[in-house]
């Protein structure tokens, strides 16, 4: 699976951005597909996951009630809206797919980044005050 993210620039805080990761190389509907960002200075984290066919998704709670994760399985896209940005969420962002297949009950597990199988390129996401 070959990702290829997109969309990151510079915004002033309130502002709202949408990040877009383009798969290829494998059925989109058969992968489940996260967004991880890393910060300057910081360890990469988890922010987002919408699994196959995008039955369920998760959250970190620093992004909650403020970006949504979802998927166009015909456009074999998924996308980041991100909304009420925050000078906090200036980082690198990256898409990644899975192959796994954990449960409903085991949802937590696509926050670890060893559970993915391929990594796009990052798109950087600044934000001012």
């Known amino acids: 699976v070959q990702l290829q993210a997109s969309g990151g620039g510079s915004v002033q805080t309130g502002g709202s951005l949408r990040l877009s990761c383009i798969a290829s190389?494998?059925?989109?509907?058969?992968?489940?597909v996260g967004w991880f960002r890393q910060a300057p200075g910081k360890e990469r984290e988890f922010v987002a996951v919408?699994?196959?066919?995008?039955?369920?998704?998760s959250y970190a709670d620093s992004v909650k009630g403020r970006f949504t994760i979802s998927r166009d399985n015909a456009k074999n896209t998924v996308y980041l809206q991100m909304n009420n940005l925050k000078p906090e969420d200036t980082a690198v962002y990256y898409c990644?797919?899975?192959?796994?297949?954990?449960?409903?009950?085991?949802?937590?597990?696509?926050?670890?980044?060893?559970?993915?199988?391929?990594w796009g390129q990052g798109t950087l996401v600044t934000v001012s005050s």
């Open positions: 990644a797919a899975s192959l796994l297949n954990f449960p409903l009950s085991a949802l937590s597990s696509y926050s670890i980044e060893s559970n993915y199988d391929y």
């Open positions: 190389g494998r059925p989109f509907s058969s992968v489940t």
């Open positions: 919408d699994t196959r066919r995008g039955t369920r998704t």
